[in-house]
């Protein structure tokens, strides 16, 4: 298995708070990613990044940032977290030296805002 | 932009049968990577085949194996021998070659049941 970390595993927090999710990676992977899974909408990307410093939107971007000031670190912070808010999201990794290209994902962060 | 479709939300398969889940792509690239993703009630994704467009053979991995009709953009996934451990969700995924940013394009997944 890749080694990817996300902390907290679970979070409930209340509309208007700040949150801030860690993805932790420890192969050196070039590319991180940040998902939400919501019902019947699969997954869906957040932001990216393709190095430290370096990030970029996905599809889902309004309501978040992030950053990555080291390799193996990328954050994800919801700066007032509103109910709509409330999902699971995956952090993955890929390193697009040669092929295959899959990304391997982090175990899931269950957020809660009531 | 490419887009993944997979038309069955919901399927049941008796164990130890076969079952195939359908998915469809469309793209204007020539050479990309499709991937079968399994999401088990764990939620941890697990990559479980994947199929480089530029061969004509189908992938398989040990009871799972693809069938990827490139000219009518489909890639099917099909389990034999269907085991109470492949209950779950499956998600069909594309990543295309050209981008360099290694984003992968997901469809909503289709949940798998087996019936004892």
């Known amino acids: 298995d890749a080694g990817i970390t996300q902390s907290p595993r679970h979070k409930v927090t209340e509309t208007g708070t700040p949150v801030t999710l860690r993805c932790h990676q420890t192969?050196?992977?070039?590319?991180m990613y940040w998902y939400r899974q919501d019902p019947g909408h699969g997954l869906r990307l957040i932001h990216y990044?393709?190095?430290?410093?370096?990030?970029d939107k996905g599809e889902v971007s309004d309501g978040y940032s992030v950053s990555r000031s080291k390799t193996e670190d990328f954050l994800l912070t919801l700066e007032s977290a509103t109910s709509s808010q409330t999902s699971v999201y995956f952090c993955?990794?890929?390193?697009?030296?040669?092929?295959?290209?899959?990304?391997?994902f982090g175990p899931g962060t269950r957020l809660t805002v009531t | 932009a490419q887009t993944v479709t997979q038309s069955q939300p919901e399927m049941s398969v008796q164990e130890a049968e076969t079952v195939t889940l359908s998915c469809t792509y469309d793209?204007?690239?020539?050479?990309?990577?499709l991937f079968w993703y399994k999401q088990p009630p764990s939620r941890q994704m697990i990559l479980v085949i994947r199929?480089?467009?530029?061969?004509?053979q189908n992938a398989t991995e040990n009871r799972f194996s693809v069938n990827f009709q490139k000219a009518a953009k489909s890639f099917s996934l099909k389990i034999s021998d269907s085991q109470l451990g492949d209950a779950a969700m499956y998600f069909c995924?594309?990543?295309?070659?050209?981008?360099?940013?290694?984003?992968?394009?997901f469809g909503k997944g289709t949940r798998l049941h087996i019936l004892p």
């Open positions: 993955a990794i890929s390193e697009s030296r040669g092929r295959p290209y899959e990304q391997y």
């Open positions: 192969e050196n992977h070039r590319y």
């Open positions: 990044s393709y190095g430290v410093k370096d990030t």
């Open positions: 793209t204007s690239e020539s050479d990309y990577y």
């Open positions: 199929q480089e467009a530029y061969k004509q």
């Open positions: 995924a594309y990543r295309s070659i050209m981008n360099r940013d290694d984003k992968i394009i």
